[in-house]
């Protein structure tokens, strides 16, 4: 079975600018999740879809952040604009369904450097 | 709330010494527990799961945990260590009946000596 597909692999931008991250979920996989993981820190959860339909966004900044999962497969996550603190891997994790007991599988991530 | 503590930041062992890397845990409600592996520039790896079955959970490349609702901790062990076990170690907890709201550790990072 392929795996949680992300892209691109490596980013780098300037502070203010935008950037866009996108990912493809491991077929059937009905939740997604998007996490960033700060240097030397586990990640933290930004937001959770089942479906296209939001679960959890209680820690994303939304000033800055948005994410959306049209029709219930590929998801894109946009930081628009970035700060210095928001260098990070954005890793990338689908399961097949929601619940404490599910593991999730991950991308390899997108790691992101803000100048 | 939930949250999770990995006691060491970093453990360096010897190639083909035992491993423990240890992991205690906080939760209200019954607790899933993880161990996610993650090598240098890739995602996270499941290693292993406790969901409330046996106590001791043997998962993948010779690692296994004991989860203690006692001592509240999910250690995870291998007798010998390999060099390609070289990896940084997520503990992490989840609320077994929620959405799936997984709380990881800090991270502890494993160093194998030749």
């Known amino acids: 079975e392929a795996g949680v597909a992300q892209s691109p692999r490596y980013k780098i931008i300037e502070k203010r600018q935008s950037v866009a991250f996108w990912c493809n979920p491991i077929?059937?996989?009905?939740?997604l999740y998007w996490y960033q993981q700060i240097l030397g820190q586990g990640p933290k959860l930004l937001i959770q879809?089942?479906?296209?339909?939001?679960?959890?966004d209680s820690q994303l900044p939304k000033d800055r952040f948005s994410a959306e999962r049209l029709k219930g497969v590929d998801s894109t996550l946009k930081i628009q604009p970035a700060k210095l603190e928001d260098s990070a891997v954005y890793l990338c994790?689908?399961?097949?369904?929601?619940?404490?007991?599910?593991?999730?599988?991950f991308g390899d991530g997108t790691r992101l450097s803000i100048l | 709330a939930q949250s999770v503590t990995q006691l060491d930041s970093h453990v360096s062992v010897s190639e083909g010494t035992p491993v423990l890397l240890r992991c205690n845990y906080s939760?209200?409600?019954?607790?899933?527990l993880f161990w996610y592996v993650q090598h240098p520039n890739k995602g996270l790896q499941l290693l292993l799961k406790?969901?409330?079955?046996?106590?001791l959970v043997k998962g993948i490349n010779g690692f296994e945990a004991e989860f203690k609702k006692s001592e509240t901790s999910f250690h995870l062990t291998k007798p010998s260590a390999h060099m390609s076990d070289a990896a940084e170690y997520f503990c992490?907890?989840?609320?077994?009946?929620?959405?799936?709201?997984?709380?990881f550790g800090a991270g502890t990072r494993l160093t194998v000596k030749p």
């Open positions: 994790a689908s399961s097949p369904r929601t619940g404490g007991n599910q593991p999730q599988h």
């Open positions: 077929s059937g996989h009905a939740t």
């Open positions: 879809f089942q479906n296209n339909g939001v679960v959890d």
């Open positions: 939760s209200s409600y019954s607790p899933s």
């Open positions: 406790y969901t409330s079955a046996a106590t």
């Open positions: 992490v907890v989840s609320q077994a009946g929620g959405y799936n709201d997984m709380r």
